[in-house]
């Protein structure tokens, strides 16, 4: 087989799986398309070597968070979008409603805290990968997951009320 062969085969069994990991990072499908796009295309360029990498899947989910990172850094993503809409959207499910809530509260979470929480409980990575996807130590990796936890339940509970 060659290696485009391998590449596409790749690509098309993880593709998805890549494209969600992107949406809860960025909490959007269009920048999670690009963010998957450039990976895509950094992980073709350099294929021959990451094709004998031991743990390819870790190698990309690198790969994503970085491009991520590098993402938030860009002047244009420090825009924020304005207060909520002035009446409540028609058609839309109750649950829907908690849903983007609770992406909404994921959305404000740092990048760092963001990104533990996706690949913790998302992926669902041990503290020790999460901590070598991310290069930083295990106990980094709790204090982050716990402090991320920490907010998402306060604000949470804060908005229950509007729920029921």
């Given amino acids: 087989m060659t290696p485009e062969q391998t590449y596409r085969e790749y690509v098309a069994s993880n593709l998805d799986r890549l494209r969600r990991t992107a949406f809860l990072l960025c909490g959007d499908w269009h920048t999670a398309d690009d963010l998957a796009a450039t990976v895509l295309v950094k992980l073709y360029r350099h294929w021959r070597r990451a094709a004998h990498v031991e743990h390819l899947d870790a190698y ?25 809409l002035p009446e409540p959207r028609p058609g839309v499910a109750p649950d829907a409603d908690r ?58 509970s804060e908005g229950e009320a509007s729920w029921t």
């Fill in 99 to 156: 849903r983007l809530a609770v992406l909404s509260l994921l959305g404000s979470l740092p990048p760092r805290r963001r990104a533990v929480l996706v690949l913790r409980y998302f992926c669902d990575l041990s503290v020790e990968e999460t901590a070598e996807a991310l290069g930083c130590s295990e106990g980094t990796v709790k204090s982050q997951a716990a402090r991320a936890l920490e907010t998402l339940r306060a604000h949470l």
């Fill in 60 to 84: 990309v989910r690198r790969m994503l968070m970085r491009a991520w990172l590098d993402e938030r850094r860009r002047p244009w993503r420090r825009e924020t979008a304005t207060a909520a």
